[in-house]
């Protein structure tokens, strides 16, 4: 016969002892199912690594849009088993200090980390697969080799991608320079640019089409801008630097990086209206 | 303050999206975006173009691509050419 705790049998009667064992223990389940902190993380709330590896899964892993989602980690769930991965990552910072006193290990730590935000951001510049291949590894390779000059006084991200940012557009040069394709012009002519479609778009249109004819579509429109605003659209509101990191990163000035946003959103939007609009 | 015109708000909306509205210009912005309909679709719509482009799932890496990155690396980090 299963065993059954007394103060789970209807018949009998629960101790007073049991029956606050019972409360507490029901108080706990209800607290962390509602958590949306890792019990591992729990000791760790009121300090900064915390919130450091908070603002690091928020934006770079699939996690946190569960947790965003209404999610949490549930007590009967293997997650309550397992850490984070997030949780143990070394910091970048840490990595690159490794990395800068001769570690091939962090220094690869770090590829693994930023390969394919470096890969997106070059494939965006250059609209080209065989240039974005050849921008990821020249900028890796190059911040290995310069890596000894990287101060960390500033993120080692915000580092990387302004050399892919230079090696990039040291393509679209060459380009234009075969091709006589036009980089600069009317980036920042004073003419106004002014919405002309003002019908809704689709609702979801990323559900109308394939995964391909987006891409194709986004790359298109994109294409369609001079370098100059594209490179400000990428770095502000894609790879999410701030207006001082990207003007640094593009020397120019933070009016300019605003003035180049507001044209390049405002471009785009109409490129994409000609395919997203409704009837 | 003063309620906008569309071309201000054109401005404001780009601006909103910097986070470089004030709490007072957010008020007003939001006030026109209500009576006006065109300024709210490109307010909607602009929106749309920043989320499209920052979907993740565009636009992946291929394997091989990775792949020709680490021999690269490799290489470089034991000194041989690449």
Redo the contacts between chains.
Sequence with gaps: MNYVPKFLNRESRATPAERWLVGLSAALIHVTRRSRVHPYQWGRVAGVRYLEQSITMHYTSGVSAGLRAGGGYHIFSRDWMQVPQEALEKTEGALVTEAKAGSAEAFEDLVNRYERKIYRLALRLTGNPQDAEDVLQETFLKAFEHLPDFRQDSRFYTWLVRIAVNEGLMKLRKRRSDKSEPMEDGVDDDGQVMPREFRDWKPNPEQLMSQEEMETLLMNAANSLPAGLRTVFFLRDVEELSTEETAEALNLTAGAVKARLFRARMRLREELAKVLKRE | MNALTC?EA??EI??Y??G?LSEDLKRVLQEHLCKC??CK??F???R???E????G?????PSV??D???Q??RR??EGKP?
């Design positions: 071309k054109f401005q780009s601006k999206y910097d470089d309909g065109h679709v490109v909607d719509t602009t749309k173009v920043i499209l482009y920052c979907d799932k565009l636009f992946p890496m691509v990775r020709r990155l680490h690269a690396l470089k980090f690449l």
